[in-house]
């Protein structure tokens, strides 16, 4: 074998012990996220300016997909959560008691320090009220999640 194919194997042999760390099913485990997370957002771009924050009730559940539903001062809050690892995707929207959509903030990738922090980019869109569907403003903004120590959601 030459030093051309010593070369190569040794670079396989990396990326392949590499990927089996990092690229499994499971590569990272981090602490259950459960309860009522209070958000922060802070504007990065867009034309919504600052955003009411609205409590997010976060559990993946036992599958690590989870839709939770809350009436709020009359409108619908439904908060979808996809927790797998150390990442965390949510979905919130709220509707108005008249079943149209007043906004809408996801957040794809949102990354999980602890049981009680996560932080990340969101979206957030605002619909107009008296036309559905019809976008108010836009905005991209850096969120985190904060879990005060008394709002945990009970365990199963």
Known sequence: MGLREKLISAALALVSSACFTACGPEAETCDRIVGTYQ???VMRSGNCGPIAPTSLPLDGGDSGFKTTTVM???RDIVTEVVHKGCSLR?????MAKNGMRESTMTGSDMAVHNSKQLSGQVSYTRFTPTMPQQVACEGMYEAQFTRPDSV???TN
């Open 152 to 154: 945990v959601a009970p």
């Open 72 to 74: 709020e001062f009359g």
């Open 39 to 41: 958000p922060i957002y």
């Open 90 to 94: 949510v979905k919130q929207e709220i």
